[in-house]
């Protein structure tokens, strides 16, 4: 199984950034999808997640300024980032989760960084 982010870097206040995350090995319309970040000396929490049946949840932090989809047919899922903050600073991981007692997957992780 492999799970590899991309699409990360720098970017100032304000600016957009579009991280894509691909997804093999799996049968990947039966996994939830779920972005995640983890800032320096903080604990990885959630950022948005879409179920296999395309439910979709964001942290309170992101919503109005982050959209979440997939695509089944390319196995990817993506996290539009608008309205950029320098508190959205982090690595950002994506996950796959099948269902709540089955297997998980997390990629490396890619580098966001918001500064001026």
């Known amino acids: 199984v492999h799970v590899v982010e991309s699409g990360g870097g720098l970017v100032q206040p304000g600016g957009s950034l579009r991280l894509s995350c691909a997804a093999s090995?799996?049968?990947?319309?039966?996994?939830?999808m779920g972005w995640y970040r983890q800032a320096p000396g903080k604990q990885r929490e959630l950022v948005a997640v879409?179920?296999?049946?395309?439910?979709?949840n964001y942290a309170d932090s992101v919503k109005g300024r982050f959209t979440i989809s997939r695509d089944n047919a390319e196995n990817t899922v993506t996290l539009q980032m608008n309205s950029l903050e320098p508190e959205d600073t982090a690595v950002y991981y994506c996950?796959?989760?099948?269902?709540?007692?089955?297997?998980?997957?997390w990629g490396q992780g890619t580098q966001v960084t918001v500064s001026a």
């Open positions: 879409i179920t296999s049946g395309s439910i979709i």
């Open positions: 996950n796959a989760q099948l269902g709540r007692r089955g297997p998980g997957y």
């Open positions: 090995g799996i049968i990947f319309s039966s996994y939830s």
